[in-house]
């Protein structure tokens, strides 16, 4: 099955930028696909990214929107959230999720997650 291993949080001024990453492995159909969520502390968790595979579509959040993009790298079975113009509101837990190729772009549609990284905004 999908095992998902994220990476590239950590502390940033307001207005920095981080990349994220997921590795995927464990895997040889291309099933799924993979999107980013958020969860900040005492709130509910929000969906970042959602692939659409059918087109190739990506949409995300609006809070988001501008600001962040997602990219895959199929050689390195690895996918990416570029955050840019960061700001306190967009700090948390960030989490891949991998979801059946034709799922919805909901958290309870996604089989499989990610352990998190954490992003911190603070000056």
Known sequence: QLQLVESG?????????????????GFTLDDYA?????????KEREGVSCV?????TTYYADSVKGRATATRD????TVYLQMNQLNPEDAGIYYCAARRRWGLCVAWDHDVWGQGTQVTVSS
């Not at 949080?9 to 492995?25: H, M, N, R, T």
């Not at 993979?34 to 005492?42: T, Y």
């Not at 199929?74 to 079975?77: F, Q, T, V, W, Y």
Request: glycine share 26%.
């Open 74 to 77: 199929n050689g390195k079975n």
């Open 52 to 56: 659409i595979s059918d087109g190739g």
């Open 9 to 25: 949080g950590g502390s940033v001024q307001p207005g920095g930028s981080l990349k994220l990453s997921c590795v995927a492995s």
């Open 34 to 42: 993979i999107g980013w969520f958020r969860q900040a502390p005492g």
